[in-house]
């Protein structure tokens, strides 16, 4: 099972910015899928989550302009950011709570996360 996100890179300040992330693997099921991120210096934070039904759930610093989004049929997620700021600057991480089959097809449950995603807000 893996984790596989995509976009980030270099925005304007005021700009958008979209991250997606993809899971694969022998996935039975995916229940809460989210973005984290970690600047220089911090802790990784709790960017956005979103449940397997939908319900989403945002950082105070990002609510307003940011929207989660996920598609369960094909095991994405992605990140929507608007009027984005410096302070975004960070490594963004997808992660999602997977239940997969593992190699002697027993169930496995596994916090997965991705390989982090460079987004840079600069003029």
């Known amino acids: 099972v893996q984790l596989v996100e995509s976009g980030g890179g270099t925005v304007q300040p005021g700009g958008s910015l979209r991250l997606s992330c993809a899971a694969s693997?022998?996935?039975?099921?995916?229940?809460?899928m989210g973005w984290y991120r970690q600047a220089p210096g911090k802790e990784r934070e709790l960017v956005a989550i979103?449940?397997?039904?939908?319900?989403?759930n945002y950082a105070t610093s990002v609510k307003g302009r940011t929207t989660i989004s996920r598609d369960n049929a094909k095991n994405t997620v992605s990140l929507q950011m608007n009027r984005v700021k410096p302070e975004d600057t960070a490594v963004y991480y997808c992660?999602?709570?997977?239940?997969?089959?593992?190699?002697?097809?027993?169930?496995?449950?596994?916090?997965?996360w991705g390989q982090g995603t460079q987004v840079t807000v600069s003029s």
């Open positions: 992660h999602a709570d997977i239940l997969y089959i593992g190699p002697s097809s027993e169930y496995v449950a596994l916090k997965s």
């Open positions: 693997g022998r996935i039975l099921r995916i229940d809460d």
């Open positions: 979103v449940t397997s039904a939908g319900t989403t």
